[in-house]
């Protein structure tokens, strides 16, 4: 959960808002893709973080720049081998993971997997695709990081600029994050093969990917799967019908005033405990991702509806891959002892189908 900031809930969903608002007008005005990414990236930021909004945002940048660059490397020297991408893939994420469960940096560890997976989805349309989105996506993340920081440190918020790594180990290599790893790897590659072959476009695969922030715990989804899954309709009828408003109205005034009411009223319920918290954190991530697009395109409902059905497939497929690690008996069906990566990703990002208000509320 956030921490608390002054002038209380009110005062810091303000600060959401507004700072959201005006990463909305920079992205608009000068027509850059991914707009969507650098909201949202605003919305994270400054409604969930471990340590400060600070960390996370230099961890958000250096992790998915580095994810971004090793896929930006495979697509430009193997890209027109599809073995050896996956290879180096499957390498990239494993190793990605495994850094993320030790415990130390696991946010900086956990972006660049995602990342490294949203590029090679990019390299199946062509290595030059890649390279380009590459580029734009990570352009998108400073610009939602600065927004949020700049916005942060002249209301008051925070002035803390010190980075706590964690007290995690990589070395020697441990049988349990490792595993974990593994389960993580398994669940992307298996629904990117699955989006390839029912051609769901890769925008919508990444969006999914970053939606869900794969880190599957089968024990923690069994749980609180219903409050997600409730979490995730809500978003979805809340950005059907901004879609549908905007559909009528595309002007951006309008979709301004949607954007900061939305982040405004998920950021002051994701300061809270148990169900609120994580409806809020859902809400604000989901919607920023459905709604913010270019206006001439708001009446093409395709990618909407892309994105929608991805979103609840990759849902899907991380439980089943949960439920086999476990059943399989690869990973313990409990965290024991819990660990130190485990309660640093579920209060950074959501940690899978498990998102910060749940985390706090059980504490």
Known sequence: MAKTTPGGRTIQALRVGAAATIVLAVVETWWLPHANLAVYTTHVVMTTHPN????????RIVGRGAGILVGVLISSFVGESKVLVIALEVAGLVGFFYAHFCGRMAYTYLSAGLYLNAIVQYNEVGPEVAWVNGG????????????????GWLTGAEKDLRIDPGAGRLFPIQAEPLGRA??????????????????IPPDANTFALFAISIT????????????????????????????LVLNRIPRFPMLATIVFVVTFGASYAGQGKGAIGTYGYLVGLLTSMFI???????ETVAE???????????????????????GLGIVPPELT??????????????????MPGIAAGQK
């Open 292 to 298: 913010v697009r270019p206006l001439q395109d708001v």
């Open 136 to 151: 734009w996506m990570f352009l998108a993340i400073v610009i939602g990081v600065t927004g949020a920081l700049l916005v």
């Open 182 to 199: 593994a389960q993580v790897t398994a669940t992307v590659l298996l629904a990117q093969y699955i989006f390839w072959a029912i051609d």
């Open 337 to 354: 002892p819990p660990h130190p990566a485990r309660t640093e990703s579920i209060r950074a990002e959501g940690g899978g189908l498990v």
């Open 304 to 326: 909407t509806g892309y994105n929608i059905l991805a979103m609840y497939v990759y849902a899907v497929i991380a439980f089943v891959i949960g439920r086999l690690w476990v």
């Open 52 to 59: 400060t909004a600070f960390q996370k945002g230099v961890e």
């Open 216 to 243: 599957p715990d089968y024990r923690r989804m069994t749980k609180t799967g219903g409050v997600v899954l409730a979490g995730m309709l809500l978003s979805t009828v809340i950005a059907i019908a901004s879609l």
